[in-house]
């Protein structure tokens, strides 16, 4: 069997699954972990996916392919607001509960993450908190660019839905089952920010 590459992030009712870029023969070995968690939307990031998506909504799961951006690189604001509209259906306006959004580029290291980061910036964490949690749960996430772009986003004045998403969370597991501490509720972003932070997380002054 094919190996998974997954790491399911859970914060509240927010709930996805970053992963690496599947092909046609290892797909299959995707759908019953997407089953698992409850998959009903998977959003491709990265050009020219490298496999069919009739396996995956014969199982019942939207494909969005509307949400792509360069390798290595932020999201536009069309990006963002195309993704904050499915993170309301799914979690906020949907009368269905447990759903869960699945999200890949190429590696799921660095367009995926970046936007999964975006929705706990909405659901209330801290940005560098947000970057922090994701890292601990996807190993090398996130380059210098994507996280000077979390760094500086600003959230909508309305949140998400109808509702707020809180930061309290529940513990991240990645492929091998471990799990992460939730970090603790943070204060104003600004407390939180320290000069040169970018700098820190790559080991450079």
């Given at each position: 069997m094919p190996r998974v590459s997954i790491s399911p992030i859970k914060v509240g009712e927010l709930s996805f699954l970053i992963?690496?870029?599947?092909?046609?023969?290892?797909?299959p070995a995707y759908l019953p972990v997407l089953e698992e968690h409850h998959v009903t939307d998977l959003v491709r990031i990265c050009e020219g996916s490298p496999y069919s998506p009739k396996p995956l909504e014969d199982s019942g799961i939207r494909v969005h392919d509307n949400m792509?951006?360069?390798?290595?690189?932020?999201?536009?604001?069309?990006?963002v607001a195309k993704w904050l509209d499915l993170n309301d259906e799914a979690f906020f306006n949907s009368t269905e509960k447990g759903r869960c959004i699945a999200v890949h580029c190429v590696s799921g290291i660095?367009?995926?993450?970046v936007l999964v980061a975006v929705s706990l910036v909405e659901g209330g964490m801290d940005s560098l908190d947000a970057i922090a949690y994701i890292r601990k749960a996807r190993?090398?996430?996130l380059n210098r660019n994507q996280i000077a772009f979390l760094d500086s986003y600003?959230?909508?004045k309305n949140g998400f839905g109808t509702k707020?998403?809180?930061?309290?969370?529940s513990a991240v597991t990645n492929g091998s089952s471990n799990s992460s501490t939730t970090p603790a509720?943070?204060?104003s972003g600004e407390d939180?920010?320290?000069?040169?932070f970018i700098s820190k997380m790559f080991g450079k002054k």
């Open positions: 992963l690496d870029c599947p092909s046609d023969t290892t797909l792509k951006f360069t390798d290595g690189t932020a999201p536009g604001k069309d990006v660095g367009r995926a993450p190993r090398g996430a600003k959230k909508r707020k998403a809180t930061p309290k969370q509720a943070s204060g939180k920010k320290k000069s040169g």
